[in-house]
């Protein structure tokens, strides 16, 4: 197998030293073709999560980047410049969820932090990356981004009174999911005559850090539609709302 980088497709991927986007980073890293740059916002994580996943056999790099720093997030698109000159797939993994029992057990935190520190990395942090990475993304021949999503996202689901996950709450999750499925249709619409594959994908309820492994789910099974859309072709989809079951409602 040859995955030398500058004959590769270069994918960063952020929020990838543990849980899903880790996961993402072994999957893809082991296709032919792929260099990943494995996003932490701590180097000493991400430096880890590296040498695990090289043992591995993954072809990947470390790569520093806290997505609501925009200091770290332009030192992280500079080095990507300056190192391959261009960004293949961007996979916008990075996200945190405070409102749920399970994180917030002294229910002491303000509605208004809550919103504001969820919403700074899933949403503002997500923009931010992407638009920082935009002039990159635009010199490879093939530019595809991922937005890691939620089916907790979807306003469907949460109108109908028999919809899936229903009954949980999680407010400023659940919005800020909303938001992100609104974001990556905004850069899937402006960058469709190009030829971008943006897509949103739902790693499903599994069990990570995220929420104290309560989630039924494998990391394995939460990757494989991220990996789908990260390897998709020409005639690929763009603007889906996808699981590794389907498509989802909006
Ligand atoms: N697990 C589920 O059931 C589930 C379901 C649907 C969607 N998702 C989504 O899947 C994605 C990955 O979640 P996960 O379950 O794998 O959670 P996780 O194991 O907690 O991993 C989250 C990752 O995001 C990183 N991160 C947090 N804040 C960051 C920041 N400011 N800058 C950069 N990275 C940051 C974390 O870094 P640190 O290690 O430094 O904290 C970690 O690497 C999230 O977007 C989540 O919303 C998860």
């Not at 332009?74 to 916008?92: P, T």
């Not at 809550?114 to 920082?132: L, Q």
């Amino acid at each position: 197998m040859s995955n030398s980088a500058s004959s590769s497709n270069i994918v960063l991927i952020t929020g990838a030293n543990k849980g899903i986007g880790f996961e993402i980073a072994k999957q893809l890293g082991q296709h032919e073709g792929y260099h990943i740059l494995v996003g932490s916002r701590d180097a000493a994580a991400g430096a880890k999560a590296v040498e695990t996943l090289k043992k591995a056999g993954s072809f990947v790099e470390a790569i520093t980047i806290d997505v609501t720093d925009d200091k770290s997030i332009d030192a992280a698109a500079q080095a990507v410049k300056s190192k391959f000159g261009r960004l293949d797939v961007l996979i916008n993994n990075a996200g945190i969820s405070l409102d749920s029992h399970v994180n917030d057990p002294t229910g002491k935190a303000t509605i208004r932090s809550i919103y504001e520190r969820t919403f700074a990395v899933n949403i503002f942090g997500a923009a931010a990356t992407t638009d920082a990475f935009v002039p990159l993304l635009e010199k490879s021949p093939a530019a595809r981004v991922i937005f890691v999503s939620s089916d907790l996202g979807s306003l469907a689901h949460r109108a109908d009174p028999q919809g899936r996950h229903h009954y949980v709450d999680a407010p400023a999750y659940r919005a800020s999911k909303a938001a992100m499925n609104m974001l990556a249709l905004g850069y899937a619409h402006r960058y469709r005559e190009k030829g971008w594959k943006v897509n949103i994908h739902n790693p499903g309820y599994t069990a990570t850090d995220l929420n104290k492994h309560t989630g039924p789910g494998t990391v394995e099974d939460a990757a494989k539609n991220a990996v789908r859309l990260a390897t998709l072709g020409a005639d690929g989809e763009t603007a889906t709302y996808t699981e590794k079951e389907g498509i989802l409602p909006w």
